[in-house]
């Protein structure tokens, strides 16, 4: 059972938006990342734009 006295010294943890992972926030490099590994895998995804925002046609591409 967790006390008050000890909740306070457990470091928090949060998920690693790439893998799932567990990750202590304190005096991590990386943040919000667990490592670096998935810092760049993904960099890679934003620089390839893998990821996208679904929109509805421009407004001025009748325009065009």
Do not use: H, V
């Amino acid at each position: 059972m967790i006390t008050s006295s000890n909740a306070n010294t457990l470091p928090k943890t949060y998920p690693c938006p790439s893998c799932g992972t567990q990750t202590a926030w304190q005096d991590n490099k990386s943040k919000p990342f667990c490592g670096e590994r998935c810092k760049l895998i993904d960099l890679g995804a934003w620089a390839s734009e893998e990821y996208t925002l679904p929109s509805e046609a421009s407004p001025f591409s009748d325009e065009l």
